[in-house]
T-cell receptor
Framework: GAVVSQHPSWVICKSGTSVKIECRSL??????MFWYRQFPKQSLMLMAT?????????EQGVEKDKFLINHASLTLSTLTVTSAHPEDSSFYIC????????????FGDGTRLSIL | DQQVKQNSPSLSVQEGRISILNCDYT??????FLWYKKYPAEGPTFLIS?????DKNEDGRFTVFLNKSAKHLSLHIVPSQPGDSAVYFC???????????????FGKGTKLSVIP
């Protein structure tokens, strides 16, 4: 069964709306979670690393004020796309690492965000 | 600059034959490599991995080969089945400590189609 739950799976909203995406680790604690973005026919691009109890680490070129990340507990990280515009439309995926660095990351099913 | 490259965007194979997916990397600090399988509108699912201290890892129909000197790895699927049709991502992890040791760099993926 899924070890990482991501919600919602699909969002369609108007330009200017803020959208929150949740990522939950099931049956295990994740002090670190990762947020990725995937454009059509492109690779998964790491946006930021979410750290429980501290600020997220953003990759170069990712706007911190646009993509707000909160890691409120050991099982929940949220990504809020603020004042979303059509260019923010994409597939967003979260993941949580295994207990050891030699274990694979477990991914959520992703969220398709469509901004009209 | 793409550190992980999958130069074949697509591959078609007859059912029962071998599928070979290739991946090249440029970062010599990568020490752990993974293959993920992804269906449309779903998150990637872990398939198989290999540490840089090995040159081969086998799991059922899936075998990953690593050639460190050539900075090349490949995934072999034999026999290929129609259910294997998906996008396959090669990913690599850079040796390090802390949360950074969990970060993965992905290739752009190869879409495998297994024809019945």
């Amino acid at each position: 069964g899924a070890v990482v739950s991501q919600h919602p799976s699909w969002v369609i909203c108007k330009s200017g709306t803020s959208v929150k995406i949740e990522c939950r680790s099931l049956d295990f604690q994740a002090t670190t979670m990762f947020w990725y973005r995937q454009f059509p026919k492109q690779s998964l691009m790491l946006m930021a690393t979410s750290n429980e109890g501290s600020k997220a680490t953003y990759e170069q070129g990712v706007e911190k004020d646009k993509f707000l990340i909160n890691h409120a507990s050991l099982t929940l990280s949220t990504l809020t796309v603020t004042s979303a515009h059509p260019e923010d439309s994409s597939f967003y995926i979260c993941s949580a690492p295994g207990h050891h660095s030699n274990q694979p990351q477990h991914f959520g099913d992703g969220t398709r965000l469509s901004i009209l | 600059d793409q550190q992980v490259k999958q130069n074949s965007p697509s591959l078609s194979v007859q059912e029962g034959r071998i599928s070979i997916l290739n991946c090249d990397y440029t970062n010599s600090m990568f020490d752990y490599f993974l293959w993920y399988k992804k269906y449309p509108a779903e998150g990637p699912t872990f398939l198989i991995s290999i540490s840089s201290i090995k040159d081969k890892n086998e799991d059922g129909r899936f075998t990953v080969f690593l050639n460190k000197s050539a900075k090349h790895l490949s995934l072999h699927i034999v026999p290929s089945q129609p259910g294997d049709s998906a996008v396959y991502f090669c990913a690599a992890r850079e040796v390090g400590s802390g949360a950074g040791s969990y970060q993965l760099t992905f290739g752009k993926g190869t879409k495998l189609s297994v024809i019945p």
